[in-house]
């Protein structure tokens, strides 16, 4: 690829991700999991200004008698004991599962919505873990620009006017008209007035301005990182992911996290065809800001690389950035490779098939709910597995979830990491529930032990239109298997 086109390349992706947070394309949060006795999916759609209004749904997916549904908002430095009142969830009319809220998120940085559900059954709780973060400006339409101006004019002329009519007229007597000095006397009053009033309206504007250019300055920017790949002759080709950001280490960022016992979980997707995808495991380098890994034996091209990092915090975040392969191929097995390291040369986009046959022999069945699928609505993905003579197959953990799935759109702009349990970050989870003395085994929703079902599903609200591929990847017998679904979203 030439210096030109990546260039554009990586623009397009840094532009994609201030609209992101732990992914790239989209800082909603679903979840899917147990609260008690009960199996809710909440799905928080978050506002992208700070503050703002996030928009929470619950859905009851298990469990009857639900009397009252509450949220409120958890900052990760404060916890329950600083959070404000919890708000009542109203029920949806014409569907009494359903549930929606509104939450005032005030200040950026990492989040847990508390979502309490008491009914016949009992009282439960669940956490959802969700980022704060300023994505955009909120333009102002023409007209309310319009009506404000010509509210505005008016006012200051009308105050203007006001203030030479008390000084001229208000201390003459009924029917009196004012003489040559106190028509002065307003004329003067009233010049003052307009230079005072500008004087004011100036520094109001120059606060705001201000104010604006403190508010960008607190949007959310990605990481800036660059991605090289090094071949070693005695340990195969590693790559190596540098956060070069002065903001790594001029922000004072809290340690990495943990999530399913990796610092991260890095993805490589082909970029021509989305015929090649890798989900792997790189660790820190020696200087702090580097992460290696073996790169698999993939075929050659440029690659989109995303890094999912989660800090001590809470927040989490994507890593996006892109490498070129050339053509030697890397060595089928390098010094240090993860033993949860998985990848796979796939069909190409736009050739997937509801019934995705694996190497293996293996074939993977994408139940799809409906033939189109629209933006900022609640669908389910489900998956399943049949062994080469049709029977089910019998998944295993991999990781401690049931599956692993990724979504992304074609041109690059989404790419969502995906669990049973939804998109939020698992060790975010576990550190608010630990906190808040909740943690546990009980309470890791959406963790599997395996139970010899062949079948898996995720929740998932697609956040734009265009065309799509999902990656998904399950392992059977100690195996990883990976398949490759596409689809076109509609707007809604």
């Known amino acids: 690829m030439t210096a030109p086109k ?10 994609a991700g201030l609209a992101a947070s732990a992914h790239v394309g989209t800082s909603n949060a679903y979840f899917e999991g147990a609260a008690g006795p009960y199996g809710v999916r909440v799905v928080i759609r978050t506002p992208g200004v700070i503050p703002g209004l996030a928009q929470i749904s619950v859905r009851i997916t298990d469990g009857a008698g639900v009397e009252q549904v509450t949220v409120r908002p958890l900052r990760a430095d404060v916890g329950l004991e600083g959070a404000p009142p919890p708000d009542v969830a109203r029920a949806v009319e014409g569907d009494p599962a359903l549930y929606d809220a509104e939450l005032w998120l005030m200040t950026p940085g990492s989040y847990s919505v508390h979502v309490a559900v008491s009914g016949a059954e009992g009282a439960g709780t669940a956490f959802v873990p969700v980022l704060a973060v300023a994505e955009r400006r909120l333009p102002m339409s023409f007209g309310m ?44 009053v009233m010049g003052v007035s ?7 309206l100036w520094g109001g504007w120059t606060w705001w301005d201000v104010v604006d250019a403190a508010y960008r300055e607190r949007m959310y920017q990605p990481l800036e990182t660059s991605t090289a790949l090094q071949d070693r002759a005695s340990e195969g080709a590693t790559l190596r992911l540098t956060i070069d950001d002065p903001a790594w280490r001029g922000r004072g960022w809290s340690p990495l996290l943990p999530d399913h016992g990796k610092l991260m979980h890095m993805f490589l997707v082909k970029d021509d065809d989305l015929g090649a995808f890798a989900h792997v495991h790189p660790v820190p380098h020696d200087d702090g800001k580097s992460f290696d ?9 440029t690659y989109r690389v ?17 490498v070129t392969v050339p053509s030697t191929p890397a060595a089928e097995t390098g010094a240090g490779r993860d033993p949860d390291d998985s990848w796979a040369e796939l069909t190409p986009r736009g050739a997937g098939q509801p019934i995705y046959e694996l190497p293996s022999g293996r074939t993977m069945r994408w139940e799809r709910e409906s033939l189109g699928a629209v933006t900022d609505e609640e669908t389910t993905l489900r998956f ?12 295993e953990p991999y990781m401690g979830m049931l599956s692993h799935a990724a979504v992304t759109r074609n041109d690059g702009s989404v790419f969502i990491h995906l669990h049973p349990s939804g998109n939020i970050n698992m060790a975010a989870q576990q550190r608010f529930e630990e906190a808040e003395g909740t ?13 010899g079902t062949s079948s898996v599903s995720f929740p998932f609200v697609f956040p734009s239109p265009g065309a799509y591929r999902i990656f998904v990847q399950v392992r059977v017998d100690g195996q990883v298997e990976t398949a490759a679904f596409d689809l076109d979203v509609l707007a809604s």
């Open 439 to 451: 943690g546990g085994p009980a309470s890791m929703h959406g963790m599997t032990h395996g139970d």
């Open 306 to 322: 995303y890094g999912d990092i989660v800090f001590e915090s809470g927040f989490a975040q994507t890593l996006v950035d892109e």
């Open 6 to 15: 990546r260039t554009v390349r990586l623009l397009v992706l840094a532009v």
């Open 384 to 395: 399943t597995l049949a062994e080469p003579d049709g029977r089910p197959s019998a998944l």
């Open 145 to 188: 620009g319009a009506t404000l101006i010509g509210a505005g004019l008016i006012l200051f002329l009308g105050a203007i006017t006001i203030f030479g009519a008390a000084v001229r007229e208000s201390v003459l007597p009924p029917g009196d008209d004012p003489d040559r000095r106190q028509r002065l006397r307003a004329r003067v």
């Open 293 to 301: 890994v073996p790169f698999p034996p993939l075929p050659a091209g």
């Open 194 to 200: 307009t230079v005072t009033l500008g004087l004011l």
